[in-house]
């Protein structure tokens, strides 16, 4: 059974700072790995999605690597703002096909001005 | 193009009630995921719908919860008899696909279910 682990579960640091957010999972034959952000009360909005033959997806100020032998996933945000304060979670697919995705319980994330 | 609707946002039922959530996916998407969101734990999913077919309900209880997409109108899961330890955030995403480049999740905003 696959598990999605993320450290830490919160986290707080102020603006302009670069952070590094951690995903683990257990079962290395992932077939990709999404991260998305979570705002209170909303619902959640894809930010990257790594396909498993890729090392690494950047977009803006964020950059997602994946280790598949270590079973690691990394989320750099650069020069953090308050506005990117949300719960950040990973989630790893197993399969093509259809998509049950596995999600960790997420890091929330406080970027105070 | 408006995203992934859910109605409502909140729902208040007392125990034993039945609950309904709806959920419309995006235009020209016909794959519907229903996840479910506990206290302080992960999304955990729950039934993925094609039009008029249940694909896969491994993450759904096997009593009281149920789950449509007809061929015309929204998606449904419906709770039976609930009791306070359904409540949860329902999330619902749609997708065009599930192949590669097509397999990527829209979410709606969820359904925050209180059982009282």
């Known amino acids: 059974k696959q598990e999605v682990t993320q450290i830490p579960a919160a986290l707080s640091v102020p603006e302009g700072e670069n952070l590094v957010l951690n995903c683990s999972f257990t079962?290395?034959?992932?077939?990709?790995l999404q991260w998305f952000r979570q705002d209170p009360g909303k619902g959640l909005t894809s930010l990257l999605l790594i396909q498993s033959s890729q090392r690494e997806q950047t977009s803006g100020r964020l950059n997602a690597s994946l280790d598949k032998s270590s079973g690691r996933s990394t989320l750099y945000i650069a020069a953090s703002q308050p506005g990117d304060s949300a719960t950040y979670l990973c989630?790893?697919?197993?399969?093509?096909?259809?998509?049950?995705?596995?999600f960790g319980k997420g890091t929330m994330l406080l970027v105070s001005p | 193009n408006a995203g992934v609707m859910q109605n409502p946002r909140h729902l208040v039922r007392r125990r034993g009630q039945e609950a309904r959530l709806r959920c419309s996916p995006m235009k020209g998407h016909s794959h519907v995921y229903w996840y479910r969101q506990l206290p302080e734990e992960g999304l955990k999913f729950m039934v993925y719908?094609?039009?008029?077919?249940?694909?896969?309900e491994s993450g759904m209880p096997k009593e009281r919860f149920s789950a449509e997409f007809p061929k015309e109108g929204p998606s449904i899961l419906r709770i039976q008899q609930v009791v306070r330890g359904d409540s949860a955030a329902y999330f619902c995403?749609?997708?065009?696909?599930?192949?590669?480049?097509?397999?990527?999740?829209?979410f709606g905003s969820g359904t925050q279910l209180s059982v009282l």
């Open positions: 079962d290395s034959a992932i077939y990709n």
């Open positions: 719908l094609q039009k008029e077919n249940i694909i896969d």
């Open positions: 989630a790893d697919k197993l399969n093509s096909g259809y998509s049950t995705l596995t």
């Open positions: 995403a749609s997708s065009p696909g599930t192949g590669t480049g097509q397999e990527k999740l829209f």
